[in-house]
Structure formats: C-alpha cells, structure tokens
C-alpha cells in the first residue's frame, strides 16, 4: 500500500471541516491556552513559502497543548482595512470591499490546503461592520476618557468635569497644553464651546492640527515608516510634509506604565529594548534661553537637556527646522539659507533624519544668551537631526562633552569652549565622565548626579529653568485619509467634535462605486455629500486600529450587545503565546498594549498585558537567481564565463530553474516572450544562473508558492520542511531542494506500517526494552524540545526514532500508536490515517501525549575502555551493578588482555565505576 498523501490530507481535511474538529468552546472545566498569530492582512498575491513559517509553528504548538489536555484556542482572521487593500482595488479597478472579499477566499484556501487548526468560527475580518461597531465603540470609550496622573489611570471625562467644576485643573495639569490654568470660577464662567476644546486637550483620543507625511499621488497621511528616502514605500510616490487636522491617542500619559509593563512579559530582550528605545525616557531639565536677533519678535526659548550640569560649555544651540518661528529670528542675510533648509528638510522623513550620518544644518543668523554668563552669544543653528515633536524641539550644544556637538562644530568651524580640562579628547568627548569642573566653579569639581541636581535648583531659583522628564515617544497620529478605514463615531457641531450615541453604531462606510481625495487634503468622505451633509467626521481610523484589540474579539466573536463578554476575557485572559516578526516591534505591540491598559482601567477586562509570551519568527529569505546578458544584445551568458565580460544581471523566475540550471526554452515564453530571441552560452552544455539570498518578494522573481510544494510533496511535508530548515527564531534561505529530504523520512514512516507486497505488518507483539528506549528516549526530547520551541530539533528527533524503529524492525503498535500521537502536531495527516488503520480510539487529536518514564531510557550497562598499563588495548561491556571482582576475572580472560599482558604478573587492577579499566603489569 503506498502512501498517497494527496488523498489522505483533502480525506481529512474535509474530515476536520465536517466534524468541526478544530471548534473551541469556553469550557471552563479544563485548563486553557491561547495561541495566536499577528494579525494577517489578506495580500492579493497571495501565500508564499515565508508566510507561513509563523503560522506552522503555532499550529504544532497548538496541536500539542491540545494533546497534553489543554482547551486551546486558535484563531484566525483578517486585517482588512488600510492602505495595501486600498491600493491594490484601485490599482485592479474594483471596490475594495470585492478586492478583500475575494483575497480572503485566496487566503483561505492556501491556509486550509497547509492543515492548519484554526477555530473559523471564530473568524474575524476588521472591514465587517459587525466588528468594527466595536472598534468605533472602543474609539468612543478612549474619546471619554482622560489620563488622571494621580491615581495612574484612565478615567471618565464626566469625573473631571465634576471636578473643574468645584477646583479648576490645579491638580490635573493639562497635558495637551502646559500652560493652560484655571480656576472653579474661571470653568463656571466658560460657554460651552470653550469647555470642549479645553477638554480636547484631556482626552485619550483627541483632535488637533499636526505635520504628516503627505503623499498626494496616494491622497492620504503616510506614517513614518510607510516613507523611504522622501517617497512612499508603496510606489515610489513623492510625499511632503503638511500640516492637517489629525486625530491622536495620547500615548505618551501611559509612557511609564508601558515601560513597567515590560517587567511583566515574556519578551525577547532585543524586543523590550527596541520598545523602551522607542519609548525613549529621560531626564533632565528644560532652560530658557533669551535671543538676540535682528527681527526681535521672539525674545527667548526653551532647549531640554539630559545634562544641565554642562551649561558653561555650550557653543551653539539646534533648532528643529520645522518650528513654526524659525523665520521670524533669521536674519536677512540668512534667511535664504534658511528657507532652502527647511524646504529640504521637508522632503525627508523622521526615520531618516534620525539616521542620517551627514552633518546637514543652516546658521540663523541669531544668537542665544547663556542665562549664566549673559555676555555669551551662542549662535543658533537649524539641524534635521533635532526634531520639533522631542523635548521642546531646541536644543543647546556642548561639543567638548558630546561627540556629535562637537562633529557639528568642527564642521561649521564654530569655537569651541573647552570646560572639561584634562578631560577632554575631542572626537571621544564623554558627557558621562564622573566629575566634570566647570570653569565657573559654580559645580566646584562635584559628581555628575549631584551637579546636576545643583544647577536644575539654580535653574529654577532663577526662574529660568526646571526639572523635566522626557519621552522620545510622541502622541500616535490615529486618522488616515482614506476611504478604506474605520469611520469614526463622530460629527462636527459648530467646530465642537459630538460623538455619537452607541446605539448609531456601526457608523457605516458610505457605498459607493469610485472615490478620490476630498478638497485640500481631506479624505475621499469629504467628498461624499450624503456624509458632509451630516457633518460627520471625514477622515477614517488607521490601520492598527482593529488589531489593537482583534484579541479580545476572538474570545467572543459573534456578541451583539458587548465587544467581549467579562466571562470570556476572564476564561481566556491574556494571548499565551503570540507568535509574529519583528516589523510589529514597536506599532502594533505598543498600541495594542496601550488599548489593552485602556480598557482594563475602564473596568471592560481584568488584564493589562495583551501578550504573555512573545515568540518572533525568523525571515524564510528568497533564493535568488540570476541571468547574465551581454550588454546591448540578446545573447546571455552562463555564470561562469561572464569574468571581464560587460553584462546586464537580471532576476529570472526561480520556478523556471532547476537547482541552478537554467530551463531555457521557459525562459523564452517568461513574461509574455520579453525574451523570446534569446541566445545562450552554455557551460557543459547548460546555462548556469548566479544565485544570491535576497529578501523573498515578487519583485525579485524568488517567491515560491506552497500551494505547488503540497501537491508535488504534501502538507505534512510542507509543514516539517519549513520548521527543519532551522530554529524558528532565526532567518535562514529557502532551498526547495532540500524537501525531498522530508518527504522520504515519511515515506519511511509509512513502512513501518505497510510494505508494498504484504500490506499492513503491524503487530500486537510486546515491545522489547530497546524498542522501549527509542519510544521513551523521543517522548522526552519531543516534550522537552516542543515546550522550548525547538522545532527543528524535534523534526530530527523523529527522523532518528524512524531509522532506529526500522534497525529494530520494529512494527508493534504499542510503540506506534505513541510515536504517531507525538507527530500529530507535525503532520497531523499522515498521523491521523495511520491512527485510524491501527484502530486507535476516537480522535488523534483528542489522544494523550504519551507519558515519559524515565527508568525505561536508563542504561543497564556501560561500555569500558580497558587499558595495559595506561594504554587503552579494547573494550568491554559490564552490567552496571556487576562488582569488581566478577569483572577483573572476565577482564583477565579476555584474549586482547591476555596477549598484552603476556603472562606477565599483575600488579595493580584499577577499576573506577563507570569510568575505566587499567591492568598493571
């Protein structure tokens, strides 16, 4: 009988389907683990071999907490909204409500085809009103809520009026403007409009005017990380910066709590290190600098500092080029120069700029006064590298204790104040150093921690300076001008934000067959009349707006009256195991655990942290190939022989190379015959490609389709080969070669149990103790390999336990039917078929994981080397409890001792347990 994996896995897949095998209930009688992939956004190219890396290992993982009696949910759905789905309907000339419908169904079936154990009846899609009447109702309870810092949580917005209204804000500091102070008397005297903006500066999600990146070919605010090098990353498309009404979660009140959270998780360090950065705390003080300029119309400003003990030594100080008054201190002279500046600056990103390694700036023409030595003009300068949404967008420059200061300075020739003595070392100029003397003796040679300390006292004293803490993290831009994106529950009275009653949700998107940009930037719904016309919001939420809390959907998914049951967040709790890349590092993780922080201060969930563990998956990388064409002909030339040669390297389709071997004449029908007069020379009568491992992506020609891999191979050779090619953790390149590999390990599993002319050679027999050992020796390195994610491993364990059962002849249920339950989370197929031909009880699915006993691996003999005289001459094999007598008698009469001993007496027999043997002579 021979193992046809094609009509085992549509057998039991269609099985799984009919039976609903995969559908999770609450049962609140059994443990529970929650297994979850980052949220997937259907792409209409569809599946290739690296997208499902991640998946595959949360499908073993699943499977086998399953197996060890765990209720396990496993769900799946999709993030539909946002730019790529956008995109990609106007780019195909359909609405894309129909692009994701039907890329979705694409995706669908690629997963099903791989046998993964999604709960579909727990699916959710962000674009259905169903689910993001709830993502709007979220939205509602961040707008009506504010951060009260003195009790470190999110409150009603009601609460605080309450309060303005018997105190005024003297113990909420307003944090959307800092100089905003009032009293009981001042609030009761305020119409009603002049309260709501002031409570716009309070709540969690707000409205205000911000500089974004704006792609007029898209027609909508990119974030930053959707610009590279001053153009969109999707197509390539000019973006500038403009200044536009935006909605805002304000993050940055939860800065701290986000922090701690950390200490809560189980996330690699390299993550909590990339989320604290991010988030980018510090401290230090904030100094007024008076300005001396020829305009006058701004009289001073203020620049933070981490180092306020390093006052004496500033030579210039760095203003963001984006501040608003740039020009209004710019002397005539420079103001050209300065208007160059600032229109460059324009066209470059916020990532870029932070990590540009030129030195790039402008002088004002302005000068600063040092608040110490008021006879000290410090030029002002203009720098990219200082950002207007960091501190205060300002800050002052100690080249002699800052490597980059002092880099700027050498550049632009600007003098500098040499404060630190002995110190100082120029390009290594260190701000850390322990004691730093500044030559006004006003810190008189003191440590860094306690100058600092004196001269923020001094600062304030003086009235010229006070302690402040800092976060690189700024408020996260929430609205996109887009017509694929959540509508907000909002409308607009009299330029007051009303939101909605929660019984108008869902707020639909209007239906309508083409859209384009509203007036002046606004989103396509400003240019739909029948929703101007009731002054509703026009932008629409971003993308990561469904998959803050698409977790908590999944526990509940078909509720009507609430976005999640109380009993069903407290059943499931937190995500056990989230599994996904590192490009979600910082978005989508900091977002999902600020909304996480929100809801559980609002009493909705009783947790804070969304995530328990976080496992990130390596990069499967493209294999690329290459073909070499002689520059200004048709004729290509094989890889080796192109030396000296002027050729054109161009990617080819790796589905139309063999190995390396070019198939030439499918070269000639690619890409519609853009190659058909071709002509080849050939090395050995074939043309070799060059190869590079790239990123694997469409562009490149290197993708490779599961979908051809599991009819050729099979699903349960898929899912192996995927977790063989290395640990999960880390990125390696995929080589198609090495499946067959997979393959013929589980046709030699499918041996043990049929031969071609017998058919079925298991037996009821009673294992022997080594066939026992294999069996209990692959139970504790699957169960301990598995538990630490070490997939590869486990794979290698199985293929070590097959060739060992195949040594043994091995074909006894009693050691298969555990071996077959243990593969289940591998190739839950193959597994299931063999399960129900040895007549196993019920499901695979639902099977034990076998116990392990560890008296059945230990050994009952040990092998000794046996030397003469310190040389070792042979070995022999004792039982472990054999005495030292019975063993030097059998010793002696071994004929290898014999001649070498040589009828010699013997002096000394040395026999050390478990170690060695040594005859004296």
Not at 337 to 350: F, M, N, P, Q
Not at 381 to 407: F, N
Not at 724 to 747: N, Y
Request: hydrophobic share 35%.
């Amino acid at each position: 009988m021979d193992y046809n994996f094609r009509n085992i896995e549509q057998k039991w897949q269609q099985h799984w389907a009919k039976t609903d095998a995969y559908k999770v209930s609450n049962d609140r009688t059994k443990p529970k683990y929650y297994v979850l992939d980052m949220f997937p956004y259907p792409s209409g190219a569809g599946l290739h071999v690296g997208h499902p890396l991640g998946y595959i290992a949360s499908d073993i993982f699943a499977r086998y907490k399953r197996l060890k009696g765990y209720n396990v949910l496993h769900p799946m759905g999709y993030d539909a909204f946002g730019l790529p789905a956008e995109q990609y309907a106007i780019e195909h000339g359909i609405h894309p409500a129909d692009s994701t419908r039907q890329n979705i169904a694409t995706f669908e079936k690629q997963l099903n085809n791989i046998g993964f154990c999604f709960d579909w009846s727990r699916r959710v899609n962000t674009s259905e009103p169903g689910y993001y009447k709830w993502t709007q109702w979220i939205f509602l309870q961040l707008f009506g809520s504010f951060y009260d810092r003195s009790q470190q949580k999110a409150r009603s917005i009601d609460a605080l009026q309450a309060i303005f209204e018997k105190e005024g804000n003297q113990v909420h500091p307003c944090p959307g403007d800092a100089a905003l102070v009032f009293s009981a008397k001042d609030w009761q005297s305020y119409d009603h409009k002049r309260r709501q903006e002031i409570l716009m500066n309070y709540r969690l999600a707000y409205c205000g005017y911000g500089e974004v990146n704006w792609c007029e070919a898209l027609g909508t605010v990119l974030a930053n990380d959707e610009v590279v090098n001053g153009v969109s990353e999707r197509g390539g498309h000019p973006v500038e910066k403009k200044t536009l009404r935006q909605w805002y979660l304000r993050i940055t009140e939860y800065a701290d709590r986000l922090l701690e959270g950390l200490e809560t998780v189980e996330f690699s360090e390299a993550m909590k290190e990339m989320q604290t950065n991010w988030i980018g705390k510090s401290t230090g003080a904030e100094i007024t600098f008076k300005i001396d300029s020829e305009q006058g119309t701004v009289p001073a400003f203020t620049a933070y500092t981490t180092r306020p003990d390093t006052i004496m030594g500033v030579d210039f100080c760095v203003l963001a080029p984006e501040l608003s008054w740039v020009l209004d201190i710019s002397s005539t002279e420079q103001r050209p120069e300065v208007e160059k500046y600032i229109a460059y600056v324009k066209s470059r990103s916020e990532r870029e700029r932070m990590a540009e390694k030129r030195i790039t700036g402008c002088f004002t023409g302005a000068y600063a006064i040092n608040p110490f030595d008021e006879n000290k003009k410090i030029p002002i300068y203009l720098s990219e590298y200082v950002l207007a949404g960091y501190g205060t967008g300002a800050i002052m420059a100690v080249p002699s204790g800052d490597e980059r200061d002092y880099k700027f300075a050498k550049y632009f020739e600007i003098p500098i104040t040499n404060i630190l003595g002995d110190l100082f070392d120029g390009e290594n100029a260190n701000p850390t150093k322990d004691a730093i003397l500044v030559n006004s003796g006003m810190l008189d040679g003191l440590p860094m921690r306690e100058a600092m300390e004196v001269v923020i006292d001094k600062l304030q004293a003086k009235g010229i300076g006070k302690r402040k803490t800092n976060y690189r993290m700024r408020d996260a831009a929430f609205s996109r001008q887009r017509y694929w994106g959540e509508p907000f529950p909002i409308t607009w009275q009299d330029s007051v934000a009303v939101p909605l009653d929660e019984k108008e949700l869902p707020l639909l998107l209007p239906k309508v067959d083409k859209y384009g940009p509203g007036p002046g930037g606004a989103g396509p719904l400003a240019a739909i009349d029948s929703w101007t016309d009731r002054h509703l919001e026009t932008n629409t939420m971003p993308g990561y707006a469904g998959s803050s809390w698409y977790f908590l959907r999944y526990m509940d998914p078909h509720n009507t009256e609430a976005f999640c049951d109380p009993a069903a967040s407290t059943y499931w709790n937190q995500v056990d195991l989230y599994i996904g890349g590192t490009e979600h590092a910082v978005g989508h993780l900091l977002y999902s655990r600020l909304w996480t922080k929100i809801l559980f201060d609002l009493g909705f969930i009783n947790f804070q942290e969304p995530f328990k563990k976080l496992l990130n998956q390596g990069m499967i990388q493209g294999s690329s190939r290459f073909v070499y064409r002689r520059h200004g002909t048709h004729e290509f030339i094989s890889h080796g022989l192109i030396m000296g040669q002027q050729v054109d390297k161009i990617h080819v389709d790796v589905n139309i190379v063999d190995g390396v071997e070019l198939d030439t004449a499918a070269f000639k029908q690619w890409k519609n015959g853009e190659f058909k007069d071709a002509s080849f020379i050939l090395e050995d009568g074939k043309y070799i490609c060059g190869v590079e491992v790239e990123k694997m992506s469409k562009s490149k020609f290197n993708t490779v389709n599961p979908d051809v891999l599991v009819e050729k191979f099979g699903a349960d050779t898929f899912r192996m080969y995927e977790m063989f090619l290395g640990p999960v953790e880390q990125s390696k390149p995929w080589d198609t070669k090495g499946i067959e590999g997979v393959h013929r390990f589980l046709k030699k599993l499918w041996r043990l149990f049929f031969e071609d002319e017998k058919g079925a050679i298991w037996t009821d027999e009673v294992p022997t103790k080594a066939e026992l050992k294999v069996l209990h020796k692959t139970i504790q390195k699957v169960q301990t390999d598995t538990e630490r994610y070490s997939f590869n491993t486990v794979v290698s364990a199985f293929m070590v336990c097959v060739n060992e059962l195949t040594d043994l002849k091995c074909h006894k249920k009693q050691i298969l039917m555990p071996v077959l339950i243990m593969l289940t989370p591998y190739a839950p197929h193959i597994a299931a078929e063999l399960w129900q031909v040895l007549g196993g009880e019920g499901e695979i699915l639902d099977a034990a994981f076998p116990e392990f006993n560890p008296q059945l691996i230990q050994e009952s003999s040990k092998n000794y080397p046996v030397s003469i005289n310190g040389k070792m001459r042979t070995s022999m094999e004792f039982p472990l409890d054999a005495d030292k007598d019975s063993i030097q008698a059998a010793v002696l009469e071994n004929e290898v001792v014999k001649k070498w001993v040589d009828n010699n007496p013997i002096k000394k027999f040395i026999f050390v347990p478990n170690k060695m043997i040594n005859v004296v002579i």
